[in-house]
């Protein structure tokens, strides 16, 4: 039995992890309409884009973080608002 190697599974897996990191952000309503932009290279996410406030930055990092198949996260979002003074 002469079997063709599976060229597709690194992409296939690729598109199957970044489709996981959107769902993962869309699931944390404080950071709904906000501009992130997840890039994804093997196990690596790279955030990219704006936030409201450090916070918002923390919580997008920790539901990257969350997925299975994350192995790095270089967390490069900006915040757009000062936190508030406590």
């Known amino acids: ?28 309503p404080e ?3 906000q501009a992130i932009h997840a890039r994804v290279e093997g196990g690596r996410i790279a955030l990219e884009g704006s936030v409201d406030c450090d916070r918002d930055r923390r919580l997008a990092e920790r539901a990257v973080w969350a997925v299975p198949g994350v192995r790095e ?10 936190e508030p003074a406590a």
Request: hydrophobic letters at 40%; proline letters at 7%.
């Open 73 to 82: 996260v270089e967390n490069h979002l900006r915040t757009v608002r000062p």
């Open 1 to 28: 039995m002469n079997q063709t190697p599976d060229r597709s599974t690194p992409h296939a897996a690729a598109g199957a992890l970044e489709t996981a990191v959107a769902k993962a952000l869309d699931g944390v």
């Open 31 to 33: 950071l709904a309409n």
